[in-house]
T-cell receptor, first 114, second 115 residues
Framework: GENVEQHPSTLSVQEGDSAVIKCTYS??????FPWYKQELGKRPQLIID?????GEKKDQRIAVTLNKTAKHFSLHITETQPEDSAVYFC?????????????FGTGTKLQVIP | SAVISQKPSRDICQRGTSLTIQCQVD?????MFWYRQQPGQSLTLIAT?????????ESGFVIDKFPISRPNLTFSTLTVSNMSPEDSSIYLC????????????FGPGTRLTVL
């Protein structure tokens, strides 16, 4: 089955700096890559996603890049703010007999220091 | 996006008992999913529930321990049976609309503690 690795497991940055989280996946058939943000005690919330036919996508301070050949994708957060502090999960999705099966990375705990 | 609610939000249960968690979506969805999230860990898929058919379980999860119902296109239940302290975790349901929309949206989770 699909295996998603995520690095780093923890990340501390100064407010205003950039943060980068990297993920790799194993199954070349994966075709959709969402990123979720989970604040303490809350549900995972989708923040950005990218499909396999796109190399880069940006939404304000958040961007995601995808390298299909290397099977890795990254989340970039610029001008970080304290409210960006949370756990971020990458995921890879594959068509599994009529539904999309999601495999999550292990998570990155981001701390933005004011 | 879909609005998903879960009941109960948390519970403390005794060893050997069972708990049924309910998941309600505000619109019809094709697939519903149940995940387990241990404290500080990632999300692990338990099973996928399609309306009108038996759930599909992931490796390491069995129907006798985690029976699932999916009676209609907006509702599903997960039962954690014969609980032990190792079942203490957060259980989350999610849903996607199928078709060209792949995104899964999550319920708020049920925090289960087994004594």
């Amino acid at each position: 089955g699909e295996n998603v690795e995520q690095h780093p497991s923890t990340l501390s940055v100064q407010e205003g700096d950039s943060a980068v989280i990297k993920c790799t996946y194993s199954d070349s058939a994966s075709n959709y890559f969402p990123w979720y943000k989970q604040e303490l005690g809350k549900r995972p919330q989708l923040i950005i996603d990218i499909r396999s036919n796109v190399g880069e996508k940006k939404d304000q301070r958040i961007a995601v890049t995808l390298n299909k050949t290397a099977k890795h994708f990254s989340l970039h957060i610029t001008e970080t703010q304290p409210e960006d502090s949370a756990v971020y999960f990458c995921a890879a999705t594959i068509d599994s007999g009529g539904y999309q099966k999601v495999t999550f990375g292990t998570g990155t705990k981001l701390q933005v220091i004011p | 996006s879909a609005v998903i609610s879960q009941k109960p939000s948390r519970d403390i249960c005794q060893r050997g008992t069972s708990l049924t968690i309910q998941c309600q979506v505000d619109s019809q969805v094709t697939m519903m999913f149940w995940y387990r999230q241990q404290p500080g860990q990632s999300l692990t898929l338990i099973a996928t529930a399609n309306q009108g058919s038996e759930a599909t379980y992931e490796s390491g999860f069995v129907i006798d321990k985690f029976p699932i119902s999916r009676p209609n296109l907006t509702f599903s239940t997960l039962t954690v049976s014969n609980m032990s302290p190792e079942d203490s975790s957060i259980y989350l349901c999610s849903a996607d609309r199928g078709g060209s929309t792949d995104t899964q949206y999550f319920g708020p989770g049920t925090r289960l503690t087994v004594l």
